[in-house]
T-cell receptor
């Protein structure tokens, strides 16, 4: 049973379209991280959100942490083929190094 | 900038064989961990260590051993490989100094036949 539920599992869109990936849990976390993983590589950290209601922007990527710190979303505006990859959310408990990962969302952006 | 280095990159084992996946980091991170990644299941924590001489079990520790004799190295041992251990393995490290940002190695692809 995944502690973090990601949806959708797969997402295929045309270049220029927008997309949103969701990460939900019944637990409260001290922080939540989003990673992007390309084939043959390890996950690479995109952002960490720690405050309920927090919104962070990274170029065309917008990350939001829910008010209750139980859910998060990743929105990509005007997606490009270079955005193709596996997007993973991961959550960390208070004073805990351990991360729990969602199953991931595979995003494919077609040129 | 070596970061987290894992070896080997690919390995095929026969059922019952043992092997060690090596992991080394050069960032002086106190925390190191091993994950396995399987389709549709994300990354699951196998074992972790909060410092030299200290190890603990994660979510899926059965069939694996670890040791942390130095800050830099955190090898993962498969005692008697089983087909269910076919997976991609990632080593990771982090530190409170780095803001707990977790750095992953490039992965080790293991097939047990």
């Amino acid at each position: 049973t995944q502690l973090l539920e990601q949806s959708p599992q797969f997402l295929s869109i045309q270049e220029g379209e927008n997309l949103t990936v969701y990460c939900n849990s019944s637990s409260v976390f001290s922080s939540l991280q989003w990673y992007r993983q390309e084939p043959g590589e390890g996950p690479v950290l995109l952002v960490t959100v720690v405050t309920g209601g927090e919104v962070k922007k990274l170029k065309r990527l917008t990350f939001q942490f829910g008010d209750a710190r139980k859910d998060s979303s990743l929105h990509i505006t005007a997606a490009q083929p270079g955005d193709t990859g596996l997007y993973l959310c991961a959550a960390q408990g208070a004073n805990d190094y351990k991360l729990s990962f969602g199953a991931g969302t595979t995003v494919t952006v077609r040129a | 900038n070596a970061g987290v280095t894992q070896t080997p990159k690919f390995q095929v084992l026969k059922t019952g064989q043992s092997m060690t996946l090596q992991c080394a980091q050069d960032m002086n991170h106190e925390y190191m961990s091993w994950y396995r990644q399987d389709p549709g299941m994300g990354l699951r924590l196998i074992h972790y260590s909060v410092g030299a001489g200290i190890t603990d079990q994660g979510e899926v520790p059965n069939g694996y051993n670890v040791s942390r004799s130095t800050t830099e190295d955190f090898p993962l041992r498969l005692l008697s490989a089983a087909p269910s251990q076919t997976s991609v393995y990632f080593c990771a490290s982090s530190s409170t100094v780095s803001g707990n940002t977790i750095y992953f190695g490039e992965g080790s692809w293991l097939t047990v036949v």
